[in-house]
């Protein structure tokens, strides 16, 4: 169990874990020669005092001047417990509130209050100070909290105190080690022989020696770095987890110098920078109300980022109440949904509110619409499935899941266990994993039947629609891999039928008129002549001595009818001609790894002008899509089955 100090300055915090731990938590020659504490400071005691406990206290001493809040809260978003201090003669004192204000906005609920310095006052002023502890904690998260009256100097009362955190910390539930791992660096030294070395609370998740590791932000892709050895709670260990005081030597390609405070070592997975989140507010009843677009202080993890609050339900947010914004920071942080923090005003002087974070991946439009507050309000539970469900019924083009199991830092378990739970229809498509409702996934099916059937409303003569374009009538933003799915899925239930490269409704045919049939059996002959070459309309025209524009409307129209394609402008190429270069396209990409436009020309002569129009034909028609000069077939299967119709 990780206990943190809160109080005002020269209240005794650090003399009261020394008299608990013998630890003097004030490291710094600094601290020692002007007798106050300046930075985080950390002590650990065996459970029940027996050294071979398996059992540790882990206590964070943190400052108390106001100056060194920022300081303050670096240590405090990682504890379990809070060990509020106030000196009897003085009582509660502003630093006292503060620091208790703090620890509310941070959701801590669980605490003791030690009454110190007791020996310097009478009996009479030590119930005096037990009064105003009272009116102080009254309606606050420590309300319920035992009070011991004590001197740190004398060892008065140190004892019960110590009796009660160790029975609180034996009946304490270890944090479940669920998700990915997450650790706020809180502290960066080198040791001789051992190299760098961070410290931190570990947030979520698990980590061994010999993991690998991402520190970040830093860089456009963090720092990578190797687990060498790690102690817990300032012991050996061979793995560490939520909830633990861990210090990790670091191996890797970087200097001490690259790594600071508020910094995070995480499963490499879950490394994903951001410069903006949403999240809950709730602004103290003794504050001044917030404003949209209040410049702030963000302290999240170990970090304290400038930025700005933009407010989405309100245009401010009065004292004691609660809203909905956007955070919008100056430079990079981690977190995730859940994650707890504090927001000062821009001189860092005053806490103004604190919040929890709600989702990682805002939309950059209509953030405020019914619809978006809706899901942040759902996002306010804390069973992912309600989200869930709710952003699977707003997102008609499908939810990406790998996000969402990333704003909730699932792991891979947990994430495949809840998608069929939430009732979601998943696709797969290499990395992505894209999620629908089953109601949503079949208006999806009717939306490209109905679009199907107006098409054929509108050209008869048309075999059917080619598949990209029928994608971007069924849903423009609907994922390829998505839509694959849904047309073989259509398409193995005799809903769909598919001729070549188009998709059409099983009862539709499209057939030319007897004069177009007479006039193509004269002209197709030509196009055959070199197929993979055919002449242009004029040439056609001028070979078989028919009108050019006649040729061109008949091309048209065979090509609605299937038997022609428009590979470029006014160059038709047959059906079967087009199947075979498909043919050698999949060739290429299954040697090569994709095709392009001298490797094609090569296998079918001609110019290299000829190939690249093949090749974009089918870039076009979404047989293939195009990375830089390379042409690389989109997915498998039902994509390539017109190839055989």
């Known amino acids: 169990m990780i206990i943190g100090t809160a109080g005002h300055i ?55 001047h106001e100056k060194l809040i920022h300081n303050m809260l670096a240590g405090a978003t990682g504890i379990d417990f809070v060990l509020l201090v106030i000196a009897a003669d003085d009582g509660p004192m502003p630093q006292t509130r503060e620091h208790l204000e703090l620890v509310q906005l941070l959701g801590l609920d669980h605490g003791a209050v030690a009454l110190t310095k007791c020996d310097a006052v009478d009996p009479q002023r030590v119930i005096e100070a037990h009064s105003e502890i009272e009116a102080l904690l009254a309606g606050t998260s420590l309300a319920s909290s035992p009070v011991f009256a004590l001197s740190a100097t004398t060892g008065e009362g140190v004892a019960a105190l110590r009796a009660h955190l160790d029975a609180v910390a ?29 410290t931190g609370t570990a947030f979520s998740g698990k980590v061994g020696a010999g993991d690998t590791v991402i520190i970040a932000p830093a860089g456009s892709t963090g720092l990578k770095a190797r687990v060498k050895s790690l102690h817990v709670q300032d012991r050996p260990a ?109 001189s860092a002087q005053r806490t103004i509110a604190g919040g929890r974070v709600l989702d990682c991946f805002p939309p950059s439009r209509h953030k405020r619409s019914p619809a978006r507050l809706d899901l942040l309000a759902a996002l306010r539970d804390d069973d992912p499935a309600t989200s869930l469900r709710l952003m699977a019924e707003q997102a008609t083009s499908g939810i990406d899941l790998v996000r969402f199991a990333a704003n909730w830092n699932l792991a891979d378990e947990a994430a495949a266990a809840l998608w069929p739970a939430a009732g979601l229809r998943v696709i797969h498509a290499g990395e992505e994993q894209i999620g629908f409702s089953a109601a949503g996934w079949q208006t999806l099916g009717e939306k490209l039947l109905a679009a199907l059937a107006t098409e054929h409303q509108h050209a008869p003569d048309m075999v059917g629609v080619e598949r ?32 070549r490269a188009w998709l059409h409704l099983p009862e539709h045919q499209a057939s030319l008129a007897a004069g177009d049939r007479d006039l193509f059996a004269v002209l197709k002959p030509l196009l055959e002549i070199q197929v993979f070459g055919p002449p242009r309309v004029r040439d056609v025209a001028r070979d078989s001595g028919t009108a050019e524009d006649v040729v061109r409307q008949l091309f048209r129209r065979v090509a609605r009818a299937g038997e022609l394609y428009p590979v470029a402008h006014d160059h038709y190429f047959t059906a079967d001609a087009v199947a075979q270069l498909a043919a050698l396209v999949a060739e290429l990409n299954a040697a090569k790894g994709a095709a392009r436009a001298a490797d094609l020309r090569d296998r079918i002569g001609g110019g290299r002008k000829v190939a690249i129009h093949i090749l974009e034909f089918f870039d076009r028609i979404g047989y293939t899509r195009r990375v830089r000069d390379e042409h690389i077939l989109r997915g498998t299967g039902s994509t390539h089955a017109w190839l055989n119709q």
């Open 238 to 346: 061979p793995s560490g987890q939520a909830g633990d005081r861990c210090a990790l030597a670091l191996t890797g390609d970087f200097e001490k110098a690259d790594i600071e405070r508020g910094m995070w070592v995480v499963d490499p997975l879950a490394a994903r920078p951001l410069t903006r989140f949403q999240a809950e507010l709730q602004v103290p009843a003794t504050q001044a109300a917030l404003k949209h677009w209040a410049p702030v202080h963000l302290h999240l993890g170990a970090a304290d980022i400038t930025g700005r609050v933009a407010l989405l339900d309100c245009a401010e947010v009065g004292a004691g109440g609660t809203a909905l914004a956007e955070i919008l920071l100056d430079r990079e942080i981690l977190a995730v949904r859940g994650d707890r923090f504090v927001l000062r005003d821009a």
């Open 170 to 198: 034996a009946a304490h539930q270890a944090r479940r080690a669920d998700g990915r791992f997450r650790l706020a660096i809180d502290r960066c030294f080198t040791l001789s022989g051992i190299g760098t070395v961070v």
């Open 468 to 499: 990209e374009r029928l994608r971007r009538l069924t849903l423009p933003t609907l994922a390829r891999a998505a839509f694959d799915a849904l047309v073989a899925e259509l398409l193995a239930a005799g809903r769909l039928a598919a001729s």
């Open 10 to 64: 020269d209240h005794g915090k650090t003399t009261l874990v020394k008299a608990l731990t013998g630890v003097d938590a004030d490291r710094l020659p600094e601290e020692k020669a002007r007798g106050i504490t300046l930075d985080l400071g950390y002590a650990y005691a065996p459970l029940g005092g027996d050294p071979n406990a398996g059992s540790v206290l882990g206590f964070i001493d943190v400052p108390g």
